[in-house]
């Protein structure tokens, strides 16, 4: 089983971009399926993009064209790109990795974006 650390997450402005970091430790990451899920405040946590083992993405209609998920199996890493960032991007971003029956969570990055 893996374990699961986010980064990249901080204060930016809107229409400004941060890319967030998935890094996993453990065995045969490539084995996983990876999703970045969003919690804003007071809410619950939603979807955003989502990448299989063979590399097909996948986005919520309010990201899509702004985000972009990817993954780098050799440094056991997933990464969202997140440009033209909203005020209604805040929050937190966390990831997690199903296989078969594992499903891992991260502790999550928290991002803001000021109007």
């Known amino acids: 089983q893996v374990q699961l650390v986010e980064s990249g997450g901080g204060l930016v402005q809107a229409g400004g971009s941060l890319r967030l970091s998935c890094a996993a430790s453990?065995?045969?990451?490539?084995?996983?399926?990876v999703e970045w899920y969003h919690q804003a405040p007071g809410k619950q946590r939603e979807l955003v993009a989502a990448i299989t083992i063979g590399r097909t993405a996948t986005y919520a209609d309010s990201v899509s064209g702004r985000f972009t998920i990817s993954r780098d199996d050799v440094k056991k890493t997933v990464y969202l790109q997140m440009n033209s960032l909203k005020p209604e991007d805040t929050g937190v971003y966390y990831c997690?990795?199903?296989?078969?029956?594992?499903?891992?969570w991260g502790q999550g990055t928290q991002v803001t974006v000021s109007s």
């Open positions: 453990g065995s045969n990451f490539g084995a996983y399926d």
């Open positions: 997690n990795a199903k296989s078969g029956r594992f499903d891992v």
